[in-house]
């Protein structure tokens, strides 16, 4: 009774903060936490595109190639990436041994896959060695991972979920999200910042006509009109290596020039910053592009070198745009792309109205249940129902205790499991009733009743928490959420309904002495 009593209390107080607020709470300030259908919000499940993450890695070890050929003249008529390999034509078979050397020396992750002769060129292609493929494939999930929890975590949502889910696509739970869509902008966003310098010694004109020099590369900026409002596309003929990208920067913050107009002002890391000013030393008088997914956003020209460790990227925006450009710059690029494979969106009023419902049928079902109970079991069933609220009571204590969430299935879970806590102590009276009619002596009756009905009770409980465990396994949010509900419920009302109701039992008929009882 002692035992009983005190997990009564305990369960008492953890749920204190649901019911009473956070201010109540004596043990903990938790709270039941409520699923997205629930309180409101947003779900995504979001699949890493690990393919571009491995041709992003080769197009960059490509470009660095290339210039590392020219520097130990290596001549070669063309170095072009065909999805995942590198083709290069060499000039002639001299030139094949000191590129074996070069990619001894630098780039151990390639591997030559063929060689051939056509005419007098040389014909070589490259791949990735399949441990350093899998292992980009690997860590661009990871990273991903990672680069979306800073994200969401700067943007400003209360206990959010982010989970990873099989071997490529990362779970989102944002509840009380207001704006979906400017959160799924921040969280899709790719956000790949990369330096470059213009191409000023090849014509922009013939470039756009078909004729694009090697080594080079068309990209667009964006050109907005103050006065209509019309924006358009302004070309850009651009280097491809890559000088400096986003693992550069440290911070990026929203300020404001002389005429209130919001840009991005960034900070370099501590190595980003010596790598900046070493870039624009070499290239005083010529233009550098500031590249944002692949948009050109502004040219500036390299006056002089530039020491300090800042830079700063302007354009068109708005506050807003401003504020989430800073957030995912802080926050890193993502390794390769993100794609949406689902999304619920789901109102707070809807939430709460789902709620409101929730606990209606509760009560309903919990009042027809102990009405039924005491009507066709009398005294005997108001224990069963005082086992049925210490059961609900517990269910409640432990989810808060175990930070589960409590979704509509698992409310659902909840009503199902009003039914069968008392479902084990029917099988128990109707044992007790049978023993009464042989003759049996009360105490010996109700023993007999608990013991021959405890496989029953216990297989009926088994098969149940097997079927919930296997929903729990192979069943993703909702259909959790009602598993986790049940698997609870169903422990939960072994306990009250075999151990709580057989020591009231024990206690009520050792100490009163009582000789019938009416069931």
């Keep these: 009774m002692v035992f009983i009593g005190l997990v009564l209390l305990l369960s008492v107080l953890v749920l204190l903060p649901t019911f009473l607020g956070e201010?109540?709470?004596?043990?903990?300030k938790r709270k039941v936490k409520l699923g997205l259908d629930l309180q409101g919000g947003m779900y995504l499940l979001l699949g890493v595109?690990?393919?571009?993450?491995?041709k992003s890695t080769l197009e960059r070890l490509k470009n660095d190639l290339r210039e590392d050929m020219r520097e130990k003249r290596i001549f070669s008529l063309q170095t072009?990436?065909?999805?995942?390999?590198?083709?290069?034509?060499l000039l002639n078979e001299d030139m094949l041994p000191p590129l074996e050397e070069l990619l001894k020396d630098r780039y151990p992750s390639l591997r030559i896959l063929s060689s051939e002769r056509s005419d007098a060129r040389i014909k070589v292609v490259l791949g990735l060695d399949p441990r350093e493929e899998a292992r980009i494939r690997r860590s661009a999930v990871e990273q991903?991972?990672?680069?979306?929890?800073?994200?969401?975590?700067?943007?400003?949502?209360?206990?959010?979920?982010?989970?990873?889910?099989?071997d490529r696509d990362i779970l989102i739970q944002l509840p009380?999200?207001?704006?979906?869509?400017?959160?799924?902008?921040?969280?899709?966003?790719?956000?790949?910042l990369e330096f470059k310098l213009l191409d000023e010694e090849h014509s922009l004109k013939e470039a756009l006509a078909g004729n694009i020099p090697p080594g080079s590369e068309i990209l667009y900026g964006v050109m907005r009109d103050r006065t209509t409002g019309r924006t358009k596309r302004v070309p850009y003929l651009v280097k491809a290596k890559t000088l400096l990208t986003g693992d550069a920067i440290k911070d990026a913050r929203v300020a404001f020039d002389r005429f209130n107009r919001p840009y991005i002002s960034?900070?370099?890391?501590?190595?980003?910053?010596?790598?900046?000013?070493?870039?624009?030393?070499?290239?005083?008088?010529?233009?550098?592009?500031?590249?944002?997914?692949?948009?050109?956003?502004?040219?500036p020209v390299i006056r002089e070198k530039i020491s300090g460790g800042r830079a700063v990227i302007e354009g068109d925006f708005t506050l807003e745009e401003a504020h989430d450009l800073a957030i995912v710059l802080r926050a890193g690029a993502l390794p390769a792309p993100v794609k949406i494979l689902e999304e619920r969106t789901v109102g707070p009023s809807l939430g709460k109205d789902l709620v409101e419902r929730g606990i209606k049928a509760i009560v309903i079902g919990g009042i027809l249940v102990v009405l039924f109970m005491v009507l066709?079991?009398?005294?005997?069933?108001?224990?069963?129902?005082?086992?049925?609220?210490?059961?609900?009571?517990?269910?409640?204590?432990?989810?808060?205790?175990?930070?589960?969430t409590l979704t509509l299935p698992g409310i659902a879970g909840l009503v199902l499991t009003v039914g069968m806590a008392v479902d084990a102590n029917i099988l128990i009276f109707e044992r007790i009733k049978e023993e009464l009619r042989l003759g049996k002596p009360l105490l010996a009756a109700v023993e007999a009743g608990y013991s021959r009905a405890l496989l029953t009770v216990l297989d009926a409980q088994i098969t149940t928490l097997i079927a919930a465990i296997v929903l729990f396994q192979f069943g993703t949010g909702p259909i959790k959420g009602f598993a986790v509900t049940l698997s609870i419920g169903i422990l939960s009302s072994l306990f009250t309904a075999i151990v709580v109701t057989k020591t009231i039992f024990d206690w009520v008929l050792s100490s009163f002495g009582l000789k019938e009882l009416k069931i």
């Design 49 to 54: 595109e690990t393919e571009e993450a491995v």
């Design 176 to 192: 009380g999200v207001k704006d979906p869509e400017r959160a799924k902008a921040i969280i899709g966003r790719t956000a790949m």
């Design 80 to 89: 072009e990436r065909h999805d995942h390999e590198i083709h290069i034509l």
């Design 376 to 404: 066709y079991y009398r005294w005997a069933g108001l224990v069963a129902d005082f086992a049925l609220l210490l059961n609900l009571l517990i269910v409640l204590a432990i989810m808060v205790l175990l930070r589960a």
């Design 144 to 166: 991903a991972l990672e680069t979306i929890r800073n994200r969401i975590d700067q943007f400003g949502v209360a206990e959010p979920e982010i989970l990873r889910h099989g």
């Design 266 to 299: 960034l900070a370099f890391t501590p190595w980003g910053a010596k790598e900046f000013e070493r870039i624009t030393a070499e290239n005083v008088n010529r233009r550098l592009a500031i590249i944002l997914d692949g948009t050109v956003y502004s040219a």
């Design 23 to 28: 201010g109540a709470g004596l043990l903990t």
